[in-house]
Each structure stands twice: as C-alpha cells, then as structure tokens.
C-alpha cells in the first residue's frame, strides 16, 4: 500500500489547515491510520490515530481539542483538521497506516506502519 499525504503549507497562528492522506494500492478500511509529526532537530512524534472503523480515536495531549482525525473509507482517504495552529506546530507531518491495527498500534516504534512522504506545515507567529 502507498500512501500520499497533501494540504501542508505556511499559515498563521490561530488559523487553520485539512492534511489528506490518500492510500492506493489496498483498501483503506484494512488499516488503522494516523499522523505523527517532526520538528527541526527533534525525534517523530505521534499526533493523532483513529481505528479501522472511526469509532475510536486517539490524540497527543499538544493537539487534543485543536486537531480532528477523520476518514472515508469509501474514497480510501484519511484528514487531519487543524484548528487554532500554533507556531510550535511546525514540523512536517507524516501520515501511516497498520494492516489490521488498533489505535494503540500506532505507535513510532511499530516497524509494520507504511508510511506516507511528509507534507510541511509551517505556522508563523
């Protein structure tokens, strides 16, 4: 399965930004997906993660209430909303997804996540 992450760009503080992420080559209903970011001279952090389903989703205490994971299944793609960004948002943002996974397996060190390229999100002050 490959995976396509689009809609990063630079904005303000305060505003917001949608992150897809489109999967080919499987169905997108097998995977659990998620996002997780890297900042300049830090190590790859989870951000966000929803079941195969939608029914349960999982979020970093730094983006609960200011971020929204979401997915269509049918249009085998995945969102991030992001609301109220903060400068220390900035980072590139990475999509994955786990074949038959729980949000709880969407962790940074499972080796069986497939990973998206990164789109970068900057957010200026």
């Known amino acids: 399965v490959q995976l396509q992450a689009s809609g990063g760009g630079l904005v303000q503080a305060g505003d917001s930004l949608r992150l897809s992420c489109t999967v080919s080559?499987?169905?997108?209903?097998?995977?659990?997906v998620g996002w997780f970011r890297q900042a300049p001279g830090k190590e790859r952090e989870f951000v966000t993660a929803?079941?195969?389903?939608?029914?349960?989703?999982d979020y970093a205490d730094s983006v609960k209430g200011r971020f929204t994971i979401s997915r269509d299944n049918a249009k085998n793609t995945m969102y991030l909303q992001m609301n109220s960004l903060k400068p220390e948002d900035t980072a590139v943002y990475y999509c994955?997804?786990?074949?038959?996974?729980?949000?709880?397996?969407?962790?940074?060190?499972?080796?069986?996540?497939?990973w998206g390229q990164g789109t970068q999100v900057t957010v200026s002050s």
């Open positions: 994955a997804a786990g074949f038959w996974g729980t949000v709880a397996t969407m962790t940074i060190t499972n080796r069986n996540l497939r």
């Open positions: 080559g499987g169905a997108l209903s097998h995977y659990a």
């Open positions: 929803i079941s195969r389903s939608g029914d349960s989703t």
